[in-house]
């Protein structure tokens, strides 16, 4: 849970099931044929306005303004030569560890610091960026968007489907990947194509977006490579993909009068030399079935064997069975128990008991409450209880939920108050103390192969395959004196 205070994410995804009313044709700008389209240009624009405070709420950006100084600089270039070049575009790093870009209606385009560790020149990037700007262009997203209704409700848990708690949905994954994960394979072609094309256009090379996709293939089959699944769920195979974009760029560079094509390997190392690779435990860690928050200076235990999900806006704990929920957040109001009362009312909960209490030194209010609601998938009436604590810690406030079917509740009751109970303030500095990962752009003293070279800059044998991925290379690829490659190097303040 990173420090984001006073946000309230509304986990309604735009319901656009009013605009099934309204179907229109419009000229694709790519292909110049007639599209079966539902919104206009403004409302994709609105659309986009919306998705994006949401993406930023559930993932946080990622601050590194060079790297973003440079992407919008090349990313307003790159519009102006497209498809849709009256069209404002926008750009964003994201903060989370997950290998993925992607794009939204509107002209917004998201790279996470996942993939951009991941990238060894501006020609990668780039290639990247005008695949993602083609989606934009192509007007994928509200393609799809006329074939089905996107109008989903994030359930509490994967399970209890009640709009009263829309609020609490975990992580929002799901409903995100209808937005950026399911173009169909045609839409990923034509996109690679668009790709090749805008790279090209503004002089990058871009047979080494090519190279990207061996990278995907190989991080694809490394199964510790978290996300990389997800990225190539829709995709056409990264293989099949090298082969094709190859040949297109090879023709660009035929059609095009230029001789020199960019990569700029140094300059792109140079912008993330210091970046954060992977999880960041400075926004929340576990350890030993506790989470510690190192910026608040806070903990507390959960349930073993339960899952706990952080991002941005909460902490969410469930069990595998999704019978019950944990959620833990920051709270507002000018005092406890006004915050409480503001939670509860916007809740909609109806308390049927609360009370004072001191939790580890801390005052707390605690409450009893519950809702009737009417499940949307059978229609019959449920009573979600719920068991809330609020706590004062030296006035900042936090909120700890428990909750479950009513039928389930009492079987749940005592994990949640055994939680609750555990919260408190954090002055252990060795739990304090802790740093994320962060990526060093190192230059290589003699020439040699990259696993002597890695071994020279003390890589354990254990990570010398990792980092060699790292830098798309292989272990025994020969590299001379002076070249730069990336490392990673254990966090410090």
Request: glycine share 8%.
């Amino acid at each position: 849970m990173k420090i984001i205070k006073h946000i309230r994410a509304n986990w309604l995804l735009i319901v656009i099931a009013a605009y099934l009313l309204l179907t229109s044709c419009a000229t694709n700008p790519v292909t110049g044929k007639r599209q079966f389209v539902l919104i206009s240009e403004r409302q994709e624009i609105q659309m986009g306005l919306e998705y994006d405070s949401q993406i930023v709420s559930v993932f946080g950006e990622y601050e590194n303004e060079p790297l973003l100084a440079f992407i919008e600089e090349k990313g307003t270039e790159m519009g102006k030569i497209s498809h849709r070049p009256d069209l404002k575009y926008h750009f964003r790093i994201l903060d989370t560890p997950v290998v993925n870009a992607f794009a939204v209606p509107g002209g917004y385009i998201y790279f996470t610091r996942g993939i951009l560790s991941h990238f060894n020149n501006e020609a990668e990037l780039i290639g990247v960026l005008g695949h993602e700007m083609g989606h934009i262009t192509a007007r994928h997203s509200v393609s799809r968007q006329a074939r089905q209704q996107l109008a989903q409700v994030l359930l509490i848990g994967g399970m209890i489907a009640f709009e009263e708690f829309r609020e609490y949905g975990a992580y929002a994954m799901a409903g995100m990947q209808l937005l950026f994960l399911k173009y169909s394979r045609d839409d990923e072609r034509e996109s690679d194509a668009l790709g090749v094309e805008y790279a090209s256009k503004i002089g990058y090379d871009g047979e080494k977006f090519a190279e990207f996709f061996a990278l995907l293939e190989s991080m694809e089959m490394a199964s510790e490579q978290a996300g990389i699944p997800t990225l190539l769920s829709t995709h056409p195979n990264p293989g099949d993909r090298y082969n094709t974009v190859t040949t297109m760029a090879r023709q660009w560079k035929d059609s095009l009068d230029q001789t020199h094509w960019k990569v700029n390997r140094n300059s792109y190392l140079e912008m993330i030399n210091g970046m954060v690779y992977g999880e960041d435990p400075r926004q929340g860690y576990v350890d030993g079935g506790k989470f510690y928050h190192p910026e608040e200076e806070v903990f507390f235990s959960f349930p073993a064997n339960w899952t706990l999900e952080n991002s941005p806006l909460q902490v969410t704990i469930s069990p595998d069975g999704g019978e019950a929920l944990m959620i833990f957040t920051f709270s507002e109001g000018p005092t406890l128990k006004e915050a409480a009362r503001n939670t509860l009312k916007r809740l909609n909960l109806d308390v049927v008991e609360g009370s004072e209490k001191s939790v580890n030194g801390l005052p707390v209010f605690v409450a009893r409450s519950r809702q009737v609601s009417r499940n949307q998938q059978t229609g019959e009436e449920q009573t979600i209880s719920v068991l809330s604590y609020f706590y004062d810690n030296q006035g900042t406030y936090y909120e700890f939920h428990g909750l479950s079917l009513q039928q389930h509740f009492d079987s749940f009751l005592p994990r949640f108050d055994e939680s609750m109970n555990t919260f408190a303030r954090l002055t252990d500095r060795e739990k304090i103390d802790v740093f994320p990962r962060r990526i060093r752009i190192r230059e290589v003293a003699n020439d040699g192969t990259l696993v002597e070279a890695l071994r020279n800059f003390g890589i354990r044998e254990g990570e010398l395959q990792d980092f060699a991925l790292l830098n798309n290379m292989s272990l025994n690829d020969r590299i001379e004196a002076g070249d730069l490659i990336k490392i990673v190097v254990d966090g410090t303040p």
